[in-house]
């Protein structure tokens, strides 16, 4: 995917997460989801990336990069269904959430 490939991503509605490998890959998917939200895989792609990226540059095909939106027919976005996952977590780690 070209940098051009990632603005169009980003003009459809998706947000770009982060780029894994399983089995990190397969579990963050699952929790998008879990928390409603559509999940869109793309080709590990170094000009996308900010940092470093040596490693994945070595085995380039076991990674993807995660992007995610809300569904529509929910009518949700991606920062709620990531403020949705952070409630979730916070009550299932016993973490007060405090609003500053």
């Not at 940098?3 to 998917?29: F, N």
Request: with cysteine; charged share 30%.
């Amino acid at each position: 995917m070209s940098m051009d490939s990632d603005k169009k991503q980003i003009k459809e509605g998706w947000e770009k997460q982060a780029t894994y490998d399983d089995p990190r890959l397969s579990e963050m998917v699952e929790m998008y989801e879990e928390i409603g939200l559509e999940v869109h895989l793309e080709p590990f792609n170094a000009e996308n990336e900010t940092g470093c990226t040596g490693c994945m540059q070595l085995m380039p095909d076991l990674f993807k990069t995660i992007y995610t939106r809300g569904k529509a027919e929910q009518g949700m976005t991606s920062d709620e269904g990531r403020d949705r996952f952070a409630l979730s977590y916070s009550s299932k780690n016993n973490y007060k959430i405090t609003n500053n």
